[in-house]
Nanobody, 128 residues
Framework: QVQLVESGGGTVQAGDSLRLSCEVS????????MGWFRQAPGKEREFLAA????????YYADSVKGRFTIARDNAKNTVYLQISGLKPEDTAVYSC?????????????????????WGKGTQVTVSS
């Protein structure tokens, strides 16, 4: 059993940067992958980025390449999402997820439908 807790959300202005964290309570293994997703009111869940727990290879949604950066720190059992150039359209609940025996690319292509664990999410609100 694994528990994921997101933090770092808040209210920011357009153009600002934000760093979100996902702390893992429990253990992940080299074959696992972690991903970040978001969901805005009235919209479906959107994949953002994923990373392999073992070799740190990453996979990004085309829509966020260049603005979003995912990184993992295995020593701290934490996955980060660095966001720059925030826009009002980025306003959403941001959640992290973990999936067993999956690559970051596969997690992204399957849009998190096979994830084994989900965090509760952290709210990001971007004002104009």
């Amino acid at each position: 059993q694994v528990q994921l807790v997101e933090s770092g959300g808040g209210t920011v202005q357009a153009g600002d940067s934000l760093r979100l964290s996902c702390e893992v309570s429990g253990r992940l293994f080299l074959s696992d992958a972690m991903g970040w997703f978001r969901q805005a009111p009235g919209k479906e869940r959107e994949f953002l980025a994923a990373v392999n727990w073992g070799d740190a290879r990453t996979y990004y949604a085309d829509s966020v390449k260049g603005r979003f950066t995912i990184a993992r720190d295995n020593a701290k059992n934490t996955v980060y999402l660095q966001i720059s150039g925030l826009k009002p359209e980025d306003t959403a609940v941001y959640s992290c997820a973990a999936q067993w025996g999956t690559t970051s690319q596969t997690m992204g292509l399957t849009r998190g439908n096979g994830a084994n664990y989900w965090g509760k999410g952290t709210q990001v609100t971007v004002s104009s």
